[in-house]
């Protein structure tokens, strides 16, 4: 995990290419099975062990919706956004390259990639790549994220209305 990154980015503070990493979170069972529960997917690769085997697997597999789930869940503990994150925009060119098994320990690798003003100076759009990396240092999904952040003016404009 990137230790001492900065917390509560502006869209200012956004360097193009500036690269972070996550903590690793080791995936459970019980994990997979409460994503399950929440989604209402009980699809047997994700909750029977057995029949996860019969297809080549050697446990139950995340859905690949757990895995883009946790890529944001994961990036989030970074507070990156804690208080400047407006929205999110969308995920795009989502690919699931690999499974993420019971056991896996994954962590997120993502950069800045692109940045762009909107038609109101109080925020900003910024697209990050990320990959979500097992302890084999290979991606198991790869995606695209669009986020809607706080400009320093919105702060100018908070502490104005504050002073009056």
């Not at 019969?54 to 970074?78: C, D, N, T, Y």
């Not at 038609?119 to 790549?129: A, L, M, S």
């Not at 990396?133 to 104005?160: M, W, Y």
């Amino acid at each position: 995990m990137n230790a001492g990154a900065p917390i509560n980015l502006r869209y200012e503070d956004i360097v193009l290419g500036a690269e972070f990493e996550t903590a690793v979170h080791t995936v459970t069972e019980a994990d997979i099975t409460a994503f399950a529960d929440v989604t209402r997917d009980h699809h047997p690769l994700h909750v029977d062990g057995a029949y996860a085997r019969s297809r080549g697997f050697p446990a139950v597999i995340g859905h690949g919706l757990f895995g883009l789930s946790l890529m944001e869940g994961l990036k989030s503990e970074l507070k990156l956004y804690e208080e400047t994150s407006v929205a999110s925009l969308g995920w795009d060119e989502v690919k699931f390259k690999g499974p993420i098994v019971a056991g896996d320990s994954l962590r997120v690798r993502f950069r800045f990639i692109e940045k762009r003003p909107t038609k109101n100076p109080e925020r900003g759009i910024v697209v990050e790549t990320l990959d979500l990396l097992n302890q084999r240092d290979e991606v198991v999904t790869a995606a695209r994220h669009i986020s809607l952040i706080l400009t320093r003016q919105a702060a100018r404009d908070a502490t104005a209305a504050a002073q009056q």
